[in-house]
């Protein structure tokens, strides 16, 4: 796997709006959370615009894209929101630079699709906070967050997990958004999964949704060789006479495979920044997810 130079306080972050569009608010605390740490936030003009429940139009955002990657003083590319959108330009992302000369490309949530076309390619990205979620993180998120992307050591291991399914395994960490793996499913731009350490969250989602999302990787083939499974935050995910949680845990201990849930990743203020396509060990017996490597060089 490829990882980008760690960052360094003065260096240049872009900032671009891949799916929805965000509120002010909560862009410009973000900002202040990166400039605070020494970072250089650079985006364009356009990265305000709307159309619909999108960030601007596809040629804008695909654009913005574009300009990112190709930028030469930039070292990390964070999205400023996920929402709904990334989906729509996936086949028209040009990958090529950062091939040349990786970033550490940050985000989370619809973002789920830029890292499987990243890890594709053999290219370490990181799950992290959008930007509008930075001014709210907790402070123990927002350590782990810079750790990530400032040092080429493992993250610190994640303890005291919920343990799902008994066993042990060892991969390459890879997911994310549950719903968006699912429609990503059956398109040539889904991540392998063989070998692979599953990592889930979501947010807003009834539980026979999450339950319809896991029926359709698994009527799909994709979770037939993994190696383990991670379940991260399920916000929002109840109704009145069932949590979302127990039916996602009962889906996925159906697999045989070792699977812990609990682990501080998605849409609430203690998502912490893990490295995807870094290899990771899933201990359930311990109730720990062990980081074998780290995010950037």
């Not at 959108?85 to 619809?110: H, Q, Y």
């Not at 916000?235 to 006479?241: I, W």
């Not at 870094?278 to 980081?291: G, I, M």
């Amino acid at each position: 796997m490829k990882r980008a130079p760690a960052l360094r306080r003065g260096d240049v972050v872009r900032v671009i709006a891949p799916a929805g569009p965000f509120e002010p608010e909560a862009f410009t605390k973000g900002l202040a959370v990166l400039a605070r740490r020494g970072y250089v936030p650079r985006y364009g003009k356009g990265l305000f615009a709307r159309a619909r429940y999108l960030a601007g139009s596809d040629e804008r955002r695909v654009a913005e894209w574009d300009e990112a990657v190709r930028d030469p003083e930039a070292r990390a590319i964070i999205a400023a929101r996920g929402g709904f959108g990334t989906m729509r330009i996936l086949d028209r992302l040009d990958l090529a630079p950062l091939l040349r000369a990786p970033k550490v490309v940050v985000g989370f949530s619809d973002l789920t699709a830029v890292h499987g076309l990243l890890a594709q390619q053999g290219l370490v990205s990181v799950h992290g906070p959008v930007v509008t979620q930075l001014g709210r993180l907790t402070r123990s998120a927002v350590t782990a967050f810079f750790r990530l992307l400032e040092s080429p050591a493992p993250p610190p291991p994640m303890t005291r997990l919920a343990r799902v399914a008994s066993g042990r395994g060892e991969g390459p960490l890879v997911g994310g958004n549950l719903t968006l793996l699912a429609h990503l499913a059956g398109t040539r731009y889904f991540p392998s999964l063989r070998g692979a350490v599953l990592l889930v969250e979501d947010v807003r989602e009834t539980p026979y949704r999450l339950d319809r999302s896991f029926q359709t990787l698994r009527l799909a083939g994709t979770l037939e060789r993994l190696a383990g499974v991670v379940i991260g935050h399920l916000t929002e995910c109840d109704d009145q006479r069932v949590k979302g949680r127990i039916v996602l845990a009962e889906c996925f201990a159906s697999l045989g495979v070792p699977v812990l849930a609990g682990v501080p990743v998605g849409h609430e203020a203690k998502n912490h920044a893990v490295p995807l396509g870094a290899r990771v060990r899933v201990d359930a017996e311990a109730r720990a997810l062990t980081f074998l490597e780290g995010a950037v060089r």
